[in-house]
Every structure is written in structure tokens, then in C-alpha cells.
């Protein structure tokens, strides 16, 4: 059942966010597939974008990999972009509107200067984060960077247990900064024509008044994504999608409609 969380003051410019149960996100992704089902075209185009976008990054990781940080912040800087048209096409289907792909491709412009800044701190997080990284393999392989092959081995080794730990808590705090700003801030942007600093906050406040909820929904989307990563990029048309139009659903349920 979902019910309003204690209310802002009244002068506040947030929107009221609402408690929801644990398993909301289940009906998110359940929602997300119906959309897909309901604009497979549209919804497919965007996830063969997120799945070229991961075989590029993969190509120049194998072949050029000092490009790899500079392509991976711009595939930041238009992910947003991409993601609207995701939230455009279940806005649509949930008004009963058309669903043509042409018809999401422009969703963007309707709050251009909030979505341009949320994709620039997203890809400003991100340097960080490759920097922070690479400050990590620093401080503990002296002797230079190791190849993927190397750097895979030592995962799995015992031996640099405390490297493992310190790299994977490092990319959990700026995950988890990520996600935070994130859990409903681009389709609040779209829907509201709300500016980044109050989307990204009220996303933040959502994430705490729902945090069971709302790990159960992290999860489930390294669950979907992940999927995609595993079977080469290829599973990502269908699971992007899926991912994204349920993002709508969540922010539909998380943030009321009225305040």
C-alpha cells in the first residue's frame, strides 16, 4: 500500500514523497515490460542505442583504452538524453498517446538546461570516480597498471584482498552517490520541467524515506543490466528498456501527483 511520507513545510518547493512498499519494485518492472510490449519499436530503438554504446566502449577498451574514460563521459553526458525518450514513450502510453519513435526523440527539449546539467555533474562524478581508481591501483601496484587479464587475476586472488576491498568500497560510494540523485530525478525533469537541484534532491529524499524498497530496486537493475553486460552488450535492447520505462513507474508511485 502506498501512503504519503511526513510532509515538507509548505513553503517548500519539493514535491511530497510517498512510502511504498518493499516489493514496489517488482510491479515497476512488470509495468516497464508492459511498456515495452506496448511501443516495441520505440522502446527496442533505445535499447539498441544503450547496447552500441557498450560494444564502442568495449571496442576501445581492447584497442585504444586511454580513450575509454573520455568516451564513457560522453556516453554519460548523452545517457540522460537517451533515457528521456525512454520516460517520453511511457508518458505516452499511459495517456493513451502516440507512441511513434519520432515522436520521443525531442523529449529532451522540454527541460533542455535541467537535463544538460544533470548529465554534466553525472559525467563530473564519473572523472572522479576514474580518478579515485586510478589513485587506488596506484597506492597498491607500484610496479605500474596491470593488463585486464592481470587485474581479473587479482580479483579472484586471496593475495590482494585488501585492494579488492578498498577498489569495491570506492565504486560503491560513487555508485551509490549515483543512484541516489538518479532514482527519479530525469523523469521528475521531464514530467515537471523541475530544475536539477530539486529533482536530484527530492530523489534523495525518496531514497530515504524508501530505503528497503529502493535497494530491492538497485538490485534488480545490476540484475537486468548485468544480464546485458553478460551476454555481450546484446541483452541490453531488451533490458535498457525495460529498466527505463520502469524508472517512469517508480517515479510515478515515489513522487505524488498533487503536491
Not at 161 to 172: K, M, N
Not at 222 to 237: Q, Y
Request: aromatic letters at 12%; glycine letters at 8%; charged letters at 10%.
Amino acid at each position: 500500500m502506498i501512503k504519503p511520507a511526513p510532509p515538507m513545510p509548505s513553503a517548500s518547493p519539493f514535491p511530497l514523497v510517498m512510502t511504498v512498499a518493499t516489493t514496489a519494485p517488482l510491479r515497476w518492472i512488470a509495468k516497464g515490460a508492459g511498456d515495452l510490449r506496448a511501443a516495441p519499436v520505440a522502446s527496442l530503438f533505445y535499447g539498441v542505442a544503450f547496447a552500441t554504446m557498450g560494444w564502442m566502449i568495449y571496442f576501445v577498451f581492447q584497442n585504444a583504452y586511454e580513450y575509454t574514460s573520455a568516451l564513457t563521459a560522453g556516453f554519460l553526458l548523452l545517457g540522460p538524453f537517451l533515457c528521456t525518450g525512454l520516460y517520453d514513450i511511457s508518458r505516452r502510453v499511459e495517456r493513451g498517446e502516440n507512441t511513434a519513435l519520432v515522436a520521443t526523440l525531442t523529449a529532451w527539449r522540454a527541460n533542455l538546461g535541467a537535463f544538460s546539467l544533470f548529465a554534466l555533474i553525472l559525467t563530473v562524478i564519473m572523472l572522479i570516480w576514474a580518478r579515485a581508481s586510478l589513485v587506488t591501483f596506484a597506492l597498491f601496484f607500484s610496479s605500474g597498471m596491470p593488463t585486464l587479464t592481470g587485474f581479473m587475476a587479482r580479483i579472484v586472488s586471496v593475495e590482494h584482498w585488501d585492494f579488492v576491498l578498498t577498489w569495491l568500497a570506492i565504486g560503491a560510494i560513487f555508485a551509490g552517490i549515483v543512484y541516489a540523485i538518479s532514482v527519479v530525478s530525469v523523469p521528475m525533469m521531464l514530467d515537471r520541467g523541475t530544475d536539477t537541484v530539486v529533482a536530484a534532491l527530492t530523489s534523495i529524499r525518496a531514497l530515504l524515506v524508501n530505503p528497503a524498497a529502493l535497494m530491492v530496486w538497485a538490485a534488480l537493475i545490476a540484475m537486468l543490466i548485468g544480464v546485458g553486460f553478460a551476454t555481450l552488450f546484446i541483452g541490453l535492447v531488451v533490458t535498457a528498456p525495460i529498466v527505463g520505462h520502469a524508472t517512469w513507474h517508480a517515479y510515478r508511485e515515489l513522487v505524488s501527483r498533487d503536491g
